[in-house]
């Protein structure tokens, strides 16, 4: 309850929220609270439509620990095996002990049994909220952009997405770790399009895995994976990763590219302090700037990169089934985001030397963010041009897009841009 909502009443991100949380309760009940946590907001938007049809008080009306102990109820009972009775009463106890109002486990009592009659009947009214579970404005967004592929990608992000490995492979061949895995009872194979990828049958602790601690494999989608090679940088290099943190991609470049010469850049300290930890676990070291990408004059030298990974702030709509908590946004977030990018676009391009390549990326499928922000800097930047991208992967004429669910991938883009 107090995990959501602070998610869905104080904004902030699931991940955040639950980490700050799980320690608080016993190892025995971490995977419950999760399952809870990420349940409720995968289904938000239909949750919240049902309680809007069986409340005869408006949602916002309602006090929102009521109104969050009425969605995990109500998500219990439709998405969980924990038997009926036991849900309620659970629920119904919560507000009992946590709210000390009896009126209100009262309240929560009935909404829950009249979703219990209702869901039997069949006579909760269908629509696309509840369909899809998206909000409309973002539903419209997907429809406009991928009018083909639009429903796949409503039904993807409503599913759990698979955890993935990037190995080390200057240390060890997947065929090897694949061996280990299987020694350590764990189910896995190599991704069908990204080489040092390796994906799990089903999700583990990091602890479980061979070689984690020594910095042999990290968890890493592999759509996210397919931009260090992308650069396609050389140890001769001097590389610039643009919005490092949390540090992920960063690490595979170290890892690919042993001695390159590589700025790691974040304007937020906590999170650049993540990506040390990282450099320490993986066993890498680059020079780590604090700095706003949109800002050069404030962190840059004067020297010129050959090559920049722009991992770009976005909705992270290509990852809403890592990320759930993103179906609450709202489509001015993404109007603003959008402007952002294209200002981090054009202040950063001009730190790229001449005959340098800069790789764009987003974590997104709104064409609003990537190829049509590609189309418009390349209308203000005369001396920009891109490269086309050839693969088995993704689709797009400028760029590349991923949608999720492809390949067992997240919803990525990807534009190669080069400095003539």
Not at 29 to 44: A, K, N, S, T
Not at 308 to 326: E, T
């Amino acid at each position: 309850m107090r995990v959501l909502v602070r998610i869905i009443d104080g904004h902030q991100t699931l991940d955040n929220t639950l980490e700050r949380h799980l320690i608080r309760v016993e190892p025995i009940d971490r995977p419950l609270l999760q399952v809870l946590c990420y349940g409720v907001m995968r289904w938000y938007p239909q949750l919240r439509e049902w309680l809007a049809q069986l409340s005869d008080k408006p949602a916002g009306q309602l006090k929102p620990e009521v109104r969050v102990l009425i969605l995990l109820g109500i998500y219990q009972l439709r998405y969980t095996h924990i038997p009926p009775h036991a849900a309620i009463h659970a629920t119904v106890e919560c507000a009992a002990s946590f709210l000390q109002a009896s009126r209100a486990g009262g309240f929560i009592n009935a909404i829950l049994r009249e979703y219990q009659r209702c869901d039997k009947q069949g006579s909760l009214t269908d629509n696309e909220a509840t369909r899809y579970a998206h909000q409309s404005w973002m539903l419209d967004m997907i429809r406009i952009d991928w009018p083909e592929d639009w429903q796949r990608v409503v039904q993807n992000n409503n599913q759990q997405a698979p955890m993935v490995l990037r190995l080390d492979v200057a240390n060890m061949s997947v065929r090897k770790y694949l061996e280990l895995l299987d020694k350590t009872g764990i189910e896995a194979n190599v991704h069908q399009y990204v080489p040092t990828a390796i994906v799990l049958k089903k999700a583990v602790d990091v602890e479980q895995l061979p070689g984690f601690e020594q910095g042999l494999v990290s968890v890493q989608d592999a759509a996210a994976q397919l931009a260090a090679p992308l650069l396609e940088a050389t140890p001769q290099h001097r590389v610039l990763d643009a919005c490092a943190a949390p540090g992920g991609k960063t690490a595979h470049i170290l890892q690919q590219v042993r001695t390159a010469k590589l700025v790691a850049l974040d304007s937020n300290p906590q999170r650049l302090k993540k990506l040390e930890q990282l450099f320490e676990r993986i066993h890498q070291n680059a020079e780590i700037v604090t700095g706003d990408a949109s800002q050069p004059e404030h962190w840059w030298d004067g020297r010129h990169f050959d090559r920049i990974l722009l991992d770009v702030p976005c909705s992270a709509s290509g990852v809403i089934r890592r990320h759930p908590d993103i179906k609450t946004r709202s489509p001015h977030a993404v109007q603003k985001i959008a402007k952002r990018q294209a200002r981090i676009l054009d202040a950063v391009w001009g730190l790229l030397a001449k005959g340098g390549r800069m790789v764009y990326v987003t974590c997104s499928v709104f064409k609003l963010e990537n190829q049509y922000q590609i189309e418009c800097f390349l209308q203000r930047q005369s001396d920009a041009m891109t490269k086309p991208i050839e693969s088995e992967w993704g689709q797009g004429q400028i760029g590349r897009q991923i949608l999720p669910g492809e390949g067992d991938m997240d919803g990525f883009y990807f534009a190669i841009l080069e400095k003539r």
